[in-house]
Structure formats: structure tokens, C-alpha cells
């Protein structure tokens, strides 16, 4: 689901480096080429490659190993989008890294819009032309400070159908390969022309079904895009054993548990999948991450107006969370209406009765504000109203990115 706001703050010392304008290739004599064996797989897309397995492939290439290392400054400082566009590299490089069918892993944005509060979704077109989206949430606080959150999906689509949620109405394609992941970060960092400071795995599809994608796009976010693990968020519906699965990675990113209703009969109307994941196993699975990693659980909560927002839901929540562990914290994101919901937004004052209630329970709560509303309100939402149309076939230039 959509993040709306991220409370988490960072002061921002980095900016985001100049596309640098490359002159004319280097003619480097190459050593004698040896033919790599490489595996017919997904592999062949740059974006998402470490410093050492980019010096391993110039190595496999017959290149000195530096020419790795300039392959992965070409990838995640210059943001060269295309093998063509590497001229610090050997011409005989370049070409046998082509004809293998290596691929740098950039896709074009098939469309951005931007809201009045600065929230910007895009549209990523991919190699086979699906959709996802991206958002970039700027917020400047009171001291001036700027963070820059990217709100990431990790699947086409997903196949959970949580009832309120556009992205589940519309249905599941695929996971996300690593750099698909990456490179949605790359592209928000060039629209605002900063860098990310926070990144938050919720937007479309369940991380946890792409889990081994999410933890290689994790690790390149943090070592080769440099942003720090505390900084990052994984979000989770609940999918049986995936939670211990990440504790064992024992990462210093938040784990964000999206519970949306304080017992298992609300949950299982909510969300469909529930059934095959009882809360009180999801709970007793957040406090062993706990234990595990020394890293606390929040819980996402969406009001729904008449279904989980009154005050009683509230106190048997805090309950709930004071049953498996000490100091919760809980971001109460009231809904965004979507087409075709059968949900209503809550009113603002059963969103402070909520919390309050809450609060009164010593829960620490956060309410979302909501952000971007008008850039196609929900998660998927913009992406639905897309993909109802057939896809454009002409590339997308940045003058076609426009804000309403
Ligand atoms: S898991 Fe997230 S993206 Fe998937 S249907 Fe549920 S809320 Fe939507």
C-alpha cells in the first residue's frame, strides 16, 4: 500500500551528483579477450551489481579489474542509461558486453504527475511494457531540515487483494527484478534533482513475496546508492514464515507489520489472506524479530470509516500489542478513498478519538498525513487508470511530464 507520509527524519549532506557529459571513448588497447561463460539468466541488467561482482565481469571480459570499478561510477554516479554511453570505457568492451546481452537496467517514465503538496507518482514503463509505480515524498520540517522518501513496489501488480487497496483490484503480473527496484529510486532522485534520503518498500505488492529481490535491491540501495539501512522500511501484509526469514538477515531497517484491524475476524474481512496467517502468529512473530535483531516492529493501521476506527477497536489494539511487547508504535493512515471502495474515508474526529485511545494505553501514535491525494489518490490507482488503456508506444520525454 502507499506510504503517505514516512515519520523518519535525516539530515541531508549529500546532493545529488551532475550528469556528467562524457567526450569521446578512451582507445585503451584491451588485452587478449577471453569469452565469459555466462548463464542464460535475468542477470544481464548492471543496475543492482555490486563494486566487486562489476570488477569480477570486467575481469570475465579481459579487462583490468579498475575498469569495474569506472563501470560501477558509470552505473550510480554519472547514471549512464545506456552501454553506448560508457566512453570511459574500452570501445571492445562496450561492444562484447552489447553482443552478450548485457543491458545497463534503466526504463523510461511513462508518465509523472505532481500534486500541489510537491508528491510525485511516476509511472515506470518496463521492458515488457508493464507498469509500476513510484512516489517521491519531499518534506521540509520546521527546522528547515529536507527529506526526500521514495515509496518502492516490489511486485507488478499483487496477488494478496487486500479489499481496500487499488493495487490489489488490479490485479498481479509479476516480481520485480532487483534493478526494477533500484532503478525506481534512480529515477526519483533525478526528477527532484536530490538525493533520496528515505526509502520505504510499500507501494505496490507484498515485499515478502519477492523477498530475495527486495533484500539484493536493499543491499544495493545501501552500499552503491548509499542510503543508510536505518533509513530504509520493509512493509508486510504477513505472509507465513517470511518474517523470520528476514530476521535471520538481521538488517538495521525497520520492519513495518501492516495490521489494519486489532482482531482476526475484522482482519480476515480486510485482508483475504489473513486466513492462512493468524494474528496471533504474525505477533508472536514480530517480537522474535524483535529479540532477533533488536530492531521494533510498527504497526500500520488503516482507518476505515464503520469498519475498525471506533474507540473500542482502539483499546482492544492496545491490548493486542501490549500481549507481545512493550512500547509499539503504531501509524494510523486514514483511509484515501479509491473507485469502486466499498470503504469510506473516517472522519477527522474518529481519527483523534482513535489515537487518543491509543495513546491512553501508553502506544505511541503516529497519524499520517495524507499526501499526494490528488496525484491519483491510492497506491495503484494511477497505474489501474492506466493499464485500463492500451499502452503508448512512443518514448516518453521529460517535457511529457506533466503536473496537473
Ligand atoms: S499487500 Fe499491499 S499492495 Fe498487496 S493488496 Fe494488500 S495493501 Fe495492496
Known sequence: MAVLQQ???ASIARSLRPHISMTAAAAIASPPMVVPMLRKTDSRFLIGMSESELRQLALDYGQKSYRGKQLHDLLYKTRAKEIQDFSHLPQVF????REAGWRVGRS????AVTASDGTVKILIRLEDNRLIEAVGIPVEDDKGSFRLTACVSSQ????LRCSFCATGKGGYSRNL????IVEQVMAIEEIFKHRVTNVVFMGMGEPMLNLKSVLEAHRCLNKDIQIGQRMMTISTVGVPNTIKMLAS?????????SLHAPNQKIREEIIPSAKSYPLDAIMHDCKEYFLETGRRVSFEYTLLA?????????IELAELLHCYSRGSHVNLIPFNPIDGSEYRRPYKKAVLAFAAALEDKKITVTVRQTRGLDASAACGQLRNDFQKSPLLEVPTTESQLSPL
Open 7 to 9: 515519520g523518519c527524519s
Open 177 to 180: 527484478l532487483r534493478h526494477e
Open 108 to 111: 523510461p517514465i511513462h508518465r
Open 94 to 97: 562496450r561492444e562484447e558486453l
Open 306 to 314: 464503520g469498519t475498525n476506527d471506533a474507540v473500542e477497536h482502539a
Open 249 to 257: 538477515h538481521k538488517l538495521q531497517s525497520t520492519l513495518a507489520v
Open 156 to 159: 507488478v501488480g499483487c496477488p
